[in-house]
């Protein structure tokens, strides 16, 4: 028993060395924890914006367009975030074809992801949500006042985190390409992991974004 | 720890159905109207067991060696830090004030 509990110390002491692919790794996990500063700056503004007007007024745009937009959004985020562990477990066992399959639905998941922000962005404009106005409809002028920053930095923040999607179906569909040309193998395939925990954090962010934009 | 972290997959289609049952428990959650604390204690609990799930099962969190989920938690307890910090600016009553008395102002003069 003694001498287990010594084995287990003496693993966690000496961990192994940074090879060139846990390098990579480590250095996305490190830009992921810079972008969560980010991103915790702009919600917390929201939330320091939103504690500022206070009982005076808030328009939440679930109000405006309903809960099962964004929550099929959320959806769909989670569904291409398991598409993305079934794209890197198919090349760690060596199936390029299987890995390319679920890279596009990734990839598809994302682009619908964004469609369906531009239609949301799109219907809260017309129904007179922007950065300067929110709609005023029903609202006495103190409520109007108390409530006017939630435009600016409701698409601060998901306008934020669209560009990340963006950026990271730009990023999947250069691995893809790679992909398809045969660069990955069962042996050879952390660059697919690395991508893929770029697009869990977009997803992780999400359910954040959901949860304080949208629920609360 | 190599033979350990090479990768016997965690059982991923569990993890999402988690996933999934978590929204629809938040969205029902979140619909019907009533304390705003509790509800808020309930939503964020839930986003961070999301959270949680994505991080370890996901981007393989729990399978990494320690140090990595040392840095990683950091930036999520200073943003907390954050929020906290500039809470009694913003809910005082001076504060409300302020914010309502101008726009009484610009009401009165629109008339």
Not at chain 1, 15 to 42: C, N, Q, R, Y
Not at chain 1, 57 to 69: A, H, K, S
Not at chain 1, 132 to 154: C, D, K, N, W, Y
Not at chain 2, 84 to 108: C, K, N
Request: proline share 3%; with cysteine.
């Amino acid at each position: 028993m003694e001498h287990a509990t010594t084995l287990d110390h003496t693993e966690d002491v000496y961990e192994p060395s940074l090879t060139p692919d846990s390098l990579g790794k480590l250095g996305m996990w490190i830009f992921l924890v810079g972008d969560t500063m980010s991103f915790g700056a702009l919600l917390a503004a929201y939330a320091a914006v939103r504690a500022g007007a206070g009982v005076i007024g808030w328009v939440p745009p679930v109000e405006i367009l309903g809960i099962n937009l964004t929550a099929f959004m959320t959806f769909l985020l989670i569904c291409s975030s398991v598409t993305m562990v079934k794209a890197l477990e198919s090349i760690q066992n060596g199936n390029v074809s299987r890995m390319c399959t679920f890279l596009g639905l990734t990839i598809a998941g994302g682009v619908i992801f964004l469609g369906l922000q531009a239609y949301e962005w799109n219907a809260l404009i017309k129904h007179g949500l922007t950065l300067t106005e929110i709609p005023h409809h029903g609202l006495s002028g103190a409520a109007i006042s108390g409530s006017v920053l939630f435009g600016p930095t409701f698409y601060a923040i998901t306008g934020f985190h669209g560009l990340h999607v963006t950026g990271g179906v730009i990023y999947l569909i250069v691995i893809l390409i790679h992909g398809l040309r045969g660069r990955y193998t069962a042996e050879f395939n952390h660059e697919v992991e690395i991508v893929g925990l770029y697009w869990h954090f977009v997803d992780l962010i999400w359910i954040m974004v959901f949860t304080f934009i949208y629920l609360l | 720890m190599a033979e350990n972290g090479h990768k016997e997959h965690p059982k991923y289609m569990n993890i999402f159905w988690w996933l999934l049952a978590l929204t629809i428990i938040e969205v029902a959650v979140a619909i019907p109207e009533y304390a705003t604390v509790l509800k808020a204690i309930l939503l964020i609990g839930l986003a961070c067991s999301k959270a949680i799930l994505v991080a370890n099962y996901f981007m393989h969190l729990k399978f990494e060696r320690k140090t990595l989920a040392v840095i990683v938690v950091t930036p999520f307890l200073i943003c907390v830090l954050l929020v906290f910090a500039l809470m009694p600016d913003l809910t005082s009553d001076d504060r409300l004030d302020g914010i309502e008395r101008p726009a009484e102002v610009v009401d009165t003069s629109a008339h």
